[in-house]
């Protein structure tokens, strides 16, 4: 069986919109090959709207889950028309998230997949997470399911994105949690210097950590959490931002650089994790990188260009590919709802 699905995802760090165009085959087990794959970065306007989203009313937010669902549709349209792709079997869209509550049995991404239809007249399978936080999931991380259906030849697979999740083989079934925030907060501290986001760790390598802080944040009742656990915006606006009054904003990217470094190789070590695959924008944080190894005797695998900038829409394209064929798509093993399941609404 061939399937070829365009997968899309935004990240909480707003980079842009990634669009991955692959192609799934399964025979003894499923097998892919990207076929295009591009980021369009956010106009300042579109940027500014999906990060004061969480501010917005009730019907402020339902008229922008409409506006962001045909800008997304327009979006692929123009991607399919560039590179003048056929054959698609289904467009599967991850949305933009807005809240994420899922104690409160809340999760949101919007992106309407109706107004992606509407704008490309595709089959669209949407809203992955709902689901799984009414069965008693956390609704996250749902990325473990293509690290165990394509890339389970590593003993773990971390990403390093607005926040850092990792997935791994634990008593024979698959667990994954969040680990740490990082771009969401690397990148606010940024903005102090006119950037978007810190090149290499340039900046943070130039200054000086602050052990109290360091500390503090360490000490946050998350990290000592078992799994499963997720992250969200609203956690770091409770924890984390209100921590970092009257600390220069160049030791505050030192510190909070050196802090995602002790939890990530943390987690690597007290888990004996020997190889792991590493993805995401925080992966060319080569300063953050170099940090980690000095933590752990652990191998830290960075792929090619394509793996690290798209992994995540690649594998939510696998999970429209998988709803499509009514196969299970999100692990019970890594969100903690109360069975696997096959996730997903198809427009």
């Known amino acids: 069986m061939i399937l070829r699905a365009l997968g899309l995802m935004s990240g909480t760090s707003l980079d842009g919109l990634d669009i991955c165009f692959v192609q799934f085959e399964k025979q003894d087990q499923w097998s892919f090959q990207i076929l ?72 949101l991404q919007i992106g309407d997949g109706r107004a992606i239809k509407l704008e490309t007249g595709l089959p669209v399978i949407y809203d992955f997470r709902t689901q799984d936080v009414l069965m008693g999931g956390n609704g996250a991380p749902l990325v473990p399911i293509g690290d165990e259906l394509l890339f389970s030849h590593y003993d773990a697979c971390l990403n390093l994105g607005g926040f850092s999740n990792i997935s791994f083989k634990y008593n024979n079934r698959r667990i994954a949690f969040d680990v740490v925030p990082v771009n969401i907060v690397l990148n606010k501290l940024v903005q ?82 020997k190889n792991i695959l590493f993805t995401g924008g925080g992966t060319y944080n080569t300063f953050l990188i170099e940090k980690i190894r000095t933590k752990t005797s652990a191998e830290i695998i960075i792929p090619e260009k394509q793996i690290i900038d798209y992994k995540e829409a690649l594998i939510f394209a696998l999970m429209g590919a998988l709803k499509l064929t009514n196969d299970i798509n999100v692990l019970s093993s890594a969100t903690g709802s109360y069975r696997d399941h096959s996730s997903g609404i198809i427009a």
């Open 36 to 107: 295009k794959a591009e980021t369009i970065p956010y106009p300042k306007n579109w940027a500014d709207k999906l990060r004061n989203s969480i501010y917005l009313s009730a019907e402020e937010l339902l008229e922008l889950n409409a506006e962001y669902g045909f800008y997304l549709g327009k979006s692929v349209r123009r991607f399919i028309d560039a590179y003048q792709l056929k054959n698609i079997d289904i467009i599967s869209s991850h949305g933009h998230t807005v809240f994420h509550q899922p104690q409160k049995k809340i999760t």
């Open 192 to 273: 102090e210097f006119g950037k978007d986001y810190d090149e290499n760790g340039d900046l943070a390598r130039t200054g000086t950590i602050n052990e109290k802080l360091l500390d503090r944040l360490g000490s946050l009742h998350f990290y000592r959490q078992g799994h499963p656990k997720s992250l969200g915006i609203e956690w770091c606006n409770d924890h984390i931002f209100n921590s970092f009054e009257n600390i220069k904003a160049i030791d505050l990217l030192a510190t909070f650089t050196e802090h995602i470094a002790q939890q990530i190789s943390n987690v690597i070590n007290d888990n004996a994790l």
